[in-house]
Nanobody
């Protein structure tokens, strides 16, 4: 059974930083494409960053240069380092991993950027 558990969200002031974590069980990040998505109220869920097994990364234009996706294979955990946070980054952030034609999602963690 695949389980993804996100943590690290919270309230932060504009310009601040947060690091999100996604701990996986039942599936290995090291051999799967995985990523972070976010969904703001009333909006669709959008890709934030993606990481392939070979280490190739993809970022949404809005977060390039500010966010970094990474993983620790030994801990089977994926991270999203978020710097220079802006109010428009406010959303629920979800961890995602793909296995063949199936996608798995975490429960989400709320990130709120506000002064």
């Amino acid at each position: 059974q695949v389980q993804l558990v996100e943590s690290g969200g919270g309230l932060v002031q504009p310009g601040g930083s947060l690091r999100l974590s996604c701990a996986a069980s039942g599936i290995s990040f090291g051999i799967r494409t995985a990523g972070w998505y976010r969904q703001a109220p009333g909006k669709q869920r959008d890709l934030v960053a993606r990481l392939t097994p070979r280490g190739n990364t993809t970022y949404a234009d809005s977060v390039k240069g500010r966010f970094t996706i990474s993983r620790d294979n030994a801990k089977n955990t994926m991270y999203l380092q978020m710097n220079g946070l802006k109010p428009e980054d406010t959303a629920v952030y979800y961890c995602n991993v793909q296995r063949l034609t199936t996608e798995f999602w975490g429960q989400g963690t709320q990130v709120t950027v506000s002064s």
